[in-house]
Nanobody, 122 residues
Framework: QVQLVESGGGLVPAGGSLRLSCAASGRSFSTYAMGWFRQAPGKEREFVAA????????YYADSVKGRFTISRDNAKNTVYLQMNSLKPEDTAVYYC???????????????WGQGTQVTVSS
């Protein structure tokens, strides 16, 4: 079992930055690929970014490429999402997720956090 707890969400003006953190507990964090997803009201959950278990490769949705950066610190069992140049359309609940070994860009992950709200004002 892996437990995930997100933090770092909040209210920020357009153009601002936030860094989300996802702390993992449980076994073998370093063997899990990690992903960030988001869900806005009335919309489906969508892929934002993912990182391989080793941290050697990262993947991004086109809508956030060049603005968001995913990273991980396996020594701290934590994955991060640095979000810059935020736009009102980035407003959503952001979820981190863990999948054993494989990176995927669909919501087919094994474990999910409870989510953290990000609101970008115009």
């Amino acid at each position: 079992q892996v437990q995930l707890v997100e933090s770092g969400g909040g209210l920020v003006p357009a153009g601002g930055s936030l860094r989300l953190s996802c702390a993992a507990s449980g076994r073998s964090f370093s063997t899990y690929a990690m992903g960030w997803f988001r869900q806005a009201p009335g919309k489906e959950r969508e892929f934002v970014a993912a990182i391989r278990w080793s941290g050697g490769a990262t993947y991004y949705a086109d809508s956030v490429k060049g603005r968001f950066t995913i990273s991980r610190d396996n020594a701290k069992n934590t994955v991060y999402l640095q979000m810059n140049s935020l736009k009102p359309e980035d407003t959503a609940v952001y979820y981190c997720a863990a999948k054993y070994m494989l990176v995927v860009t669909t919501p087919n992950y094994d474990y999910w956090g409870q989510g953290t709200q990000v609101t970008v004002s115009s």
